[in-house]
């Protein structure tokens, strides 16, 4: 079995170099014998785990580094191999990330204290190193997809752990792909009927949408009297995102998009064009994620019309954009960064939101909460005057805003102007809102600001300078 495995696995990776699939072989074979003799849940042996949660990162062409420790990422938890020898063998990046991915000794601690000091090393890693985080989620979406050997109830806490903290750290490194597997079986398994329940309601409602898709293509090719290169597709959104639109009580129309890919970031505007010359433009209901770029990921613009009283949803992008929405972080990776380059890739990703939450807990279970709160919630994206982009988790107020920006004008603060009209300093933000904070000569800080203050780095930074 582990030779036709391997040879798959090969296969799959062969975007490799030949002395890259060299490492790769020994890494299959290292791993297999520190594994020889273990059995999963369902049977098998041990290997196909660690070869399955590889083959996920060969359909996003990972380098050989994050593919080796995909391979090794249990051996130190599970075998008597030391973190030592795979340093010794496969060098001090692997051995980071197996280190990071390695769980702590359980000993006498509670299973809440244990999970929440595991989830801590990992993302305090994460932090020198994005890959460990990634080889996490490829490893929770194969758990997944083999969860029906659990038992019931550890079914039902491991898949709202999976919806609640890994969903959107997959959806923060824009795997989008694996983020919505997972949000699928997570859903499938938490919430059965409900699950049917909106599988039902998409498939009812595919063939009017269907329709509406074939009458905007026909309308949008006559009007492109330019030939303009287009392609027009559509999507229903996955099960577990469209409940949730649900019960956020918006339409079923949310539940459909469709999408325009043009050749050129300037076609996407022409096709923008088109679409409003053809449809009733809503307003209020267009973001330009292209001219105001709010993800690392996701360069597109993003308009709603009405159809004959129905609401639809475009989305416009570049044929070059939907590829790097398609691989997400990877796209940053896949090239010779040296370890500097990655660290700076992953405090991108992960900011300072991290340290800034150690700064005001030493409680694994205090940060855990913290962190799934501030790193992994909803974003809104705010501006400055000149119209530089903020992201903000949602909630934020203006003194968030202003310690993101600039933590010593903060602390000056005497009042701000959101969209032109003066607010107080609790005033809690609306995506797209345009912050001037006015400032003062002297330090305003006071201790009421902590009630307010939502983000980590504000509160460490206000906490600091009442010390001070």
């Known amino acids: 079995m582990i030779c036709k495995m391997r040879d798959i696995l090969l296969k799959k990776a062969d975007y490799l170099d030949l002395k890259e699939q060299e490492l790769l072989v020994n890494a299959i074979e290292y791993a297999d014998r520190a594994h020889l003799g273990q059995k999963r849940g369902t049977g098998e042996p041990y290997i196909i785990h660690p070869i399955s949660v590889c083959e996920i990162l060969t359909v996003y062409k990972a380098d050989i580094t994050t593919l080796i420790s995909a391979l090794l990422h249990d051996v130190v938890e599970d075998t008597n191999v030391s973190l030592s020898e795979i340093e010794n063998i496969f060098g001090s990046n692997v051995a980071l990330i197996v280190d990071g991915l390695t769980k702590v000794d359980k000993g006498s601690l509670e299973k809440d204290e244990y999970s929440a000091i595991n989830t801590e090393k990992l993302l305090s890693t994460s932090v020198i190193d994005i890959r460990v985080a990634i080889v996490k989620i490829a490893d929770r979406l194969h758990n997944m997809r083999t969860l029906s050997v659990k038992r019931a109830e550890k079914k039902a806490s491991y898949a709202n752990e999976t919806l609640v903290f890994f969903s959107p750290l997959s959806e923060k490194l824009g795997l989008y792909k694996i983020q919505e597997e997972l949000e699928e079986l997570g859903f499938k398994y938490l919430n059965p009927s409900q699950y049917k329940r909106i599988s039902k309601i998409l498939d009812n409602y595919t063939n009017i949408f269907i329709n509406i898709v074939n009458w905007a293509s026909k309308k949008l090719m006559q009007r492109n009297i330019n030939a303009m290169p287009i392609k027009i597709t559509w999507r229903k959104e996955p099960i577990y995102k469209s409940y949730s639109l649900l019960q956020e009580d918006n339409s079923l129309s949310e539940l459909y998009r469709i999408e325009v890919i043009t050749d050129s970031t300037l076609n996407c505007y022409t096709a923008l064009g088109l679409i409003h010359g053809l449809f009733d433009p809503i307003p209020n209901q267009f973001n330009d994620n292209i001219a105001i770029k709010k993800s690392l990921y996701s360069n597109q613009l993003i308009t709603k019309v009405l159809f004959e009283g129905i609401e639809v949803k475009f989305e416009i992008k570049a ?150």
């Open 319 to 468: 044929k070059s954009s939907k590829k790097f929405v398609d691989t997400g972080i990877f796209n940053l990776l896949n090239k010779k960064l040296s370890n500097e380059d990655i660290k700076a890739i992953s405090n991108v990703i992960l900011k300072d939101s991290i340290k800034a939450v150690k700064s005001i807990t030493n409680n694994p279970i205090e940060f855990y909460d913290l962190i799934t709160y501030e790193l992994l919630q909803k974003e809104i994206t705010v501006l400055t005057p000149k119209m530089d982009v903020i992201l903000l988790p949602e909630g934020s107020t203006v003194i968030d805003f202003a310690f993101h920006l600039n933590t010593t004008l903060a602390k000056k603060m005497s009042y701000a102007r959101v969209n032109g009209e003066t607010k107080d300093l609790n005033f809690v933000l609306s995506n797209m809102d345009i912050v001037e904070v006015i400032t003062s000569n002297n330090i305003t800080v006071n201790s009421n600001w902590l009630n307010h203050a939502l983000t980590s780095k504000a509160q460490q930074e206000i906490n600091t300078s009442l010390l001070d």
